[in-house]
């Protein structure tokens, strides 16, 4: 990551992003990481954990429709659902507009995460005090390994990249304790990264580490995040048992809530792999 007086750029694997700033609006190092919060002329507000592009004003509605409604339009009754990450509340806000779910339990390892959302992303936590919505501040490793077996329909990782905290919930042992924690019908979603960029070093390997924990079978999903790197993105599902079908496609067609991004046509979309991915992930 580098700045000049006007600009944040995220440099990854040889490739930049930047965003003309207007202000830099608030730096700190917590026990986990370090989060940045920026004014941006075209974005909006901008926040940065360890140097990556967490989100921004203007675009964060496609990551966070994409990481909660495939993954609950695909379970025939999603009553139980559990969100690890998500510090910024997005994801939850949009598990919440169904209305067929009970509880919604977000466990982010770092509060401070969600403290500066509710301060500078305020249309996130809108869902915050929604009193199916459970906050917590812990590690969704832990989290996980102490869940009673079968309590859940959904999990949805919504994760920092596997590096740092994060590592541990791109691993098969991980997975394992999520099988265990799922109903029998449970689905879960992780993001998963780039296609262009991490198809063979992550992609790849968390459908083989799926399967190896005992998920019947996984899919992945496509869509665009012009604020990641290459601007292309993935989240991947996987089914406890039997195979991901779109079984709420006739709500997801005439929705009770309003999206921007998803739309039933889209999920369809969504779910084409590219040949280059088809033969990868054979
Ligand atoms: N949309 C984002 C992306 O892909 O760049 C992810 C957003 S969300 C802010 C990521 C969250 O994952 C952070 O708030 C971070 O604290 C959380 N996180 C990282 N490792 C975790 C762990 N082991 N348990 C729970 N939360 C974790």
């Not at 304790?177 to 198809?199: I, K, T």
Request: with cysteine; net charge negative.
């Amino acid at each position: 990551m580098t700045l000049d007086a006007q600009w944040f750029t995220e440099i990854h694997q040889d490739t930049a992003f930047s965003l003309r700033i207007k202000a830099k609006l608030h730096e700190e190092k917590t026990q986990f990481q370090k989060i940045e919060i920026y004014d941006t002329v075209a974005f909006g507000k901008l926040m940065v954990i360890d140097g990556c592009i967490m989100l921004t004003d203007r675009d964060n509605f496609i990551y966070h429709e994409m990481m909660s409604h495939p993954v609950l339009f695909s379970h025939p009754q999603p009553e139980q659902v559990l969100i690890i990450g998500g510090g910024d509340c997005g994801t939850l806000r949009e598990v919440l507009k169904h209305r067929c779910v009970r509880h919604a339990t977000q466990v982010d390892i770092d509060e401070r995460v969600t403290r500066l959302a509710e301060q500078y992303f305020p249309q996130l936590c809108d869902a915050n005090h929604d009193p199916r919505a459970r906050l917590l501040f812990d590690d969704g490793i832990a989290y996980v390994k102490k869940a009673p077996a079968a309590s859940l329909d959904i999990i949805i990782i919504d994760s920092t990249d596997p590096v740092g905290p994060a590592e541990g919930l791109f691993s098969t042992a991980f997975y394992q304790d999520c099988v265990r924690a799922l109903a029998p019908q449970g689905l879960l979603v992780q993001q998963s990264e780039s296609p262009l960029l991490h198809a063979d070093h992550i992609i790849q390997p968390m459908h083989d580490s799926l399967r190896r924990a005992g998920f019947a079978n996984t899919q992945t999903l496509y869509f665009p995040q012009c604020t990641y790197p290459s601007g292309w993105w993935t989240a991947t599902m996987a089914c406890k048992a039997g195979d991901i079908a779109f079984v709420r496609a006739e709500e997801a067609a005439t929705p009770s809530f309003v999206t921007h991004y998803y739309t039933a046509a889209i999920h369809q979309a969504a779910q084409q792999a590219p040949a280059f991915m088809r033969s990868k992930l054979k």
